[in-house]
């Protein structure tokens, strides 16, 4: 069955540099890679959805690549703030089933 | 607010009691779903619905029993619970049950059994 993995190390890096958070999975390439920011004990909030045939997704300081060489989504955020701070979910499914998540990353991004 | 309200926001309740959380969406969406959250654990999906059918049931016990009434509404009934049962729950909303469409969460309740 697809497994996806994220870092379940926090990310620590300085306001103003690039965060950037792995997501990988094991087998079959996810039709659609979705990633969503998740704040203590609050629902997780949709970011961005990338597609199996694209290479990149952009929003504002958010950027989504997918390489199925690799098996990897990358998600990066720049000139990162402290109100960055956050666990991000990777969530991943292929064409008819639902999404599967991922544990997420926590990012701390200090002043 | 992401359009998906959750009541209560917090519950907590013993082993031997009957309680049900609610979920309501104003997005006009045709999917729903409840999910599970539990310390250093990965969201855990236990039921979908899709256009009121239940589509999904991930091995939730039976202690656990959602009702749709109808695209808008969704419940989670609680009976005889294991204080393992504390956790976040989740409910979301999407356009259709499919990858290709992102999901709305609500807040979530926050349920404790003691």
């Known amino acids: 069955s697809q497994k996806i993995e994220q870092n379940s190390e926090a990310l620590n890096i300085q306001e103003g540099k690039t965060a950037t958070l792995t997501c990988n999975y094991t087998?079959?390439?996810?039709?659609?890679l979705q990633w969503y920011r998740q704040d203590p004990g609050r629902g997780p909030v949709f970011l961005l959805l990338i597609r199996e045939n694209e290479k990149e997704k952009r929003k504002e300081r958010l950027k989504v690549t997918f390489d199925t060489t690799l098996k990897q989504s990358l998600f990066h955020i720049t000139a990162s703030q402290p109100a960055d701070s956050a666990t991000y979910l990777c969530?991943?499914?292929?064409?008819?089933?639902?999404?599967?998540f991922g544990k997420g990353t926590m990012l701390l991004v200090s002043p | 607010e992401t359009g998906v309200t959750q009541t209560p926001r917090h519950l907590v309740m013993g082993m031997t009691n009957k309680k049900s959380l609610k979920c309501e969406q104003h997005?006009?969406?045709?999917?729903m779903y409840w999910y599970k959250q539990s310390a250093k654990k990965p969201l855990e999906l236990m039921f979908v619905y899709n256009f009121k059918e239940q589509t999904e049931n991930n091995s939730v016990p039976s202690r656990f029993s959602p009702e749709c009434p109808n695209s808008s509404h969704l419940f989670l009934h609680l009976h005889t619970l294991q204080p393992e049962d504390s956790a976040l729950y989740l409910c979301?909303?999407?356009?259709?049950?499919?990858?290709?469409?992102?999901?709305?969460f609500g807040p979530g309740t926050r349920l404790t059994v003691t």
């Open positions: 969530a991943h499914a292929s064409g008819y089933s639902t999404l599967t």
């Open positions: 087998n079959y390439s996810p039709a659609y």
């Open positions: 979301a909303s999407s356009q259709d049950k499919f990858g290709t469409y992102e999901q709305y």
């Open positions: 997005l006009g969406h045709n999917a």
